[in-house]
């Protein structure tokens, strides 16, 4: 059963908010300290559906994960210590989850099904699978050359340290192949042109594996972990999500008179793309307080209404924000003049694909836009005319968008399905009501 949800202007938001924990950093929070040797803790794990399947799979594979006193505790089994499911480990909806699991159960010798719901066994799997192939993961398709979900794989205890080159920017690819490379003897290395979010290699490093970040000489990176050791249990705080931000970011940019705080916010340069890109557009975003917190950067923002004018983003601003793209094509609705979001082919394999589903929401609501090769233009008018049904695709990140885009526009907008949302920001519309969001 679908669950509709209807947006309509707001006035001025205003008001502390707190997004719940960074769900990449909850997802390898979870992985490593099951590989890990005692008992580890994590504090502020987002409990979103796509982190509890890695919970699930986690246990499965013979990891304890309890929550006590408002913290998970994770006994781990030491690196190569899990044992076989024996149940199917399906990760929902979950891209990050899959992927790094399949590293994961490369370096074991078991055999394991790994399977999804709709949305995730239509997403490419062939991207961890050929490299994982290389260091020895074997793949049971059904068909010679299937690549999605479900899939049987069978992992080695002798796996082959490798070196890769990324053929697209993408951390979850990284990071499969870097957790793989934990438990094969020797150096692996993964190379990209472009930086991806470097969460599993500062965690990595945070649990005591040998790992080297280094510059090619050429702009690229090359990360390197040395397989075979051990990882120490540890203790974490997982800071808010600044991708789940990003919506309360958005809705006091766009409505006037707004004034928000948020606070505890992951600011990892690596993620953030969107903020750069909303004070490029003049937006007023005033950072309050940055702290290092457990090897990552963490700060309270301030944001205030202002007046927005479009922009052209670069291919190269793509792996610093590209789940947040749904959010800025709404924002772009809201300024004046032409936004230009360039090399988006990447969106195409998202929960959804999110470049058509962007540019039919848009279209829904009134907004010129249009997609030109990997390009999305929309063209801001300052003003919104709404009144659209959006189809959401069982994604998360579409439906939480064109409510915000709902909160400005003249007319209500409908998004067909809120039931996603719980895959990553649960609360979303309680926490965005008591800033001043009318959502009914
Ligand atoms: C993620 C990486 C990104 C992002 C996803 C989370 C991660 O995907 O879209 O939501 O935690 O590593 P890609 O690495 O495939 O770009």
Redesign the pocket.
């Known amino acids: 059963m679908h669950k509709p949800l209807t947006a309509s202007r707001s006035a001025r938001l205003s008001g502390r908010l707190h997004v719940p924990g960074d ?3 909850s ?2 929070a979870l992985i490593l300290s099951a590989l890990a040797t005692g008992r580890s803790r994590i504090e502020g794990l987002l409990e979103a559906d796509d982190i509890m399947a890695t919970a699930k799979a986690l246990e499965a594979l013979g990891a304890g994960v309890t929550r006590s006193n408002g913290a998970f505790e994770v006994s781990g089994q030491g690196v190569g210590g899990l044992r076989a499911p024996g149940q199917p480990l399906d990760f929902g909806n979950s ?2 989850g899959s ?2 699991m399949l590293g994961v159960v490369a370096g074991h010798d078991m055999k394991a099904e790994f399977t999804g719901d709709e949305s995730l066994r239509r997403r490419p799997m062939g ?1 961890v699978l050929e490299p994982l192939a290389a260091m020895g993961l074997r793949v049971e398709s059904k068909k010679e050359g299937e690549t999605t979900l479900p899939l049987t794989v069978c992992g080695t205890r002798d796996l082959i340290p490798i070196v890769y080159e990324l053929p ?8 499969a192949v870097l957790l793989a490379g934990l438990h094969a003897p020797g150096r692996t290395s993964v190379i990209e042109k472009m930086a ?2 470097d ?2 290699e500062l965690m990595l490093a945070h649990f005591g594996a040998e790992i080297l970040v280094e510059d090619r000489g050429d702009g690229a990176r090359v990360v390197s972990i040395c397989g075979d050791g051990e990882l120490g249990r540890a203790s974490l705080s997982v800071p808010g999500d600044p ?1 789940s931000a990003a919506f309360a970011i958005a809705a006091a940019a766009i409505r006037p008179g707004s004034d928000v705080i948020i606070e505890g916010v992951l600011l990892n340069p690596t993620r953030t793309g969107f903020i750069e890109t909303l004070r490029e557009m003049g937006g007023r975003i005033e950072l309050l307080d940055l702290r290092g917190e457990g090897g990552e950067q963490v700060g309270d923002l301030r944001v205030k209404a202002a007046p927005l004018k479009g922009v052209r983003v670069p291919p190269s601003r793509a ?1 610093s924000m ?2 947040e793209y749904p959010i800025l094509a709404v924002v772009a609705a809201f300024a004046e003049g032409e936004t230009r979001m360039e090399g988006l082919s ?1 969106l195409k ?2 929960e959804s694909d999110r470049l058509r589903a962007i540019a039919a929401g848009l279209a829904a609501c009134g907004v010129a836009a249009r997609i030109e090769g990997d390009d999305l233009i929309v063209e801001g008018r300052g003003e919104v005319k709404g009144g659209g049904l959006v189809e959401t695709y069982m994604d998360h990140r579409i439906a939480m968008a064109f409510l915000i885009l709902g909160l400005g526009a003249s007319a209500p907008v409908t998004v067909d399905d809120t039931r996603m949302i719980g895959t ?1 920001f649960p609360g979303f519309a309680e926490l965005m009501t008591k800033l001043g969001a009318n959502f009914k």
């Open positions: 769900k990449s950093i997802h390898r891209g990050t992927r790094l991207r697209v920017p993408s951390a979850q690819v990284k990071s991806s979010r969460h599993t991708s792996p590209i789940d990447e394999v998202k990553s």
